[in-house]
């Protein structure tokens, strides 16, 4: 038992980089991004320190829904006895985990890892809000299927840190790729920011009709993010400090941020989704700075002897 466990617990941790056809890789890799910045755009309404509770919204309202159009009755007492009462613990766990979700997703980090606590996160969403009113029970399942198909396939073949991790493909292009992103969100935000450039919640590239955000920044946080993105772009030429200062600075700045966010005007503009946009960019810097690995084969679920059918 010890054995499985281990050998499971290696084949979650280890790149999701499994040979298959380019094609499906690729398309596995854009389903990994898709769910990825579903993530990233909804983290940005759990807003410490309450959670909505004092104004009856945000967090608090929804996993109430729970309680008021109960799924399962055993779940719907648990959150109306114990998260419902301790809505800003929970909210926190909340709040890390989806952020988690959007970074280690849309960089492709540890992916099956995420999967998992995608499906474990999309299964609790499902028992708080899939019988409120115009809600599409179908959602939760889609949710669910995809975060399954992120487990089992290799959307970690392409653009992403576990390609790294497994020697896959090149750290330089990946860099190079979000770099400039990086460069594209810092200026936009800068220009966009002059009429008032410390604003307490900046400009950002975002639709909030197709519900895609990377988050909003001022003057001060477009220029934090343009100093990244020329970071990347001088750690894929090789320059390896440079990766070591973007990294750093993405990591001050998300921390900058995340200690404001819910308590006081942000200095650099941003919300719950700039904090994960910073982590990405951290992590892509750093990867690495991370464990290798190499492709490991899923554990079996046999407990037949090999060699030995019936």
Known sequence: MREKLRALTGWT????????????????????????????????????????????????????????????????????????????????????????????????????????????QSVAIALSVAYAPEEWPWSYWLMIAAHVALLVGSSGRVFSVDAVRSRVAALAGLQRAWGVLALVVGLYSVVSSFDDPLAARGPGLRSTDLSISLGTFNLLGGLLVVLVGAGLLLAARGLAVAALA???????????????????????????????????????????????????????????????HS
């Open 246 to 308: 973007a990294g750093g600075l993405a990591v001050v700045g998300a921390l900058l941020l995340r200690i404001q966010i819910g308590f006081t005007d942000p200095l650099l503009g941003g919300n719950a989704t700039s904090v994960a946009f910073l982590l990405i960019l951290a992590v892509v810097a750093l990867a690495d700075r991370l464990p290798a690995g190499s492709t490991t084969p899923a554990p079996s679920t046999s407990s037949r002897p090999e060699g030995r």
């Open 13 to 120: 941790l280890a790149p999701d980089t499994d040979a298959v056809p380019r094609h499906q890789a690729v398309g596995l890799a854009f389903l990994r991004i898709t769910v990825g910045l579903m993530w990233l755009y909804n983290v940005a309404w759990k807003v410490p320190a309450d959670f909505g509770r004092d104004s009856g919204n945000g967090l608090y309202k929804f996993t109430g829904f729970a309680v008021e159009h109960p799924v399962l009755p055993p779940y719907s007492w648990v959150v109306e006895h114990l998260i419902l009462p301790n809505i800003s613990a929970f909210g926190w766990l909340v709040l890390v985990a989806e952020t988690a979700l959007a970074v280690l997703l849309i960089s492709g980090t540890y992916v099956r890892a995420a999967a998992l606590l995608g499906i474990a």
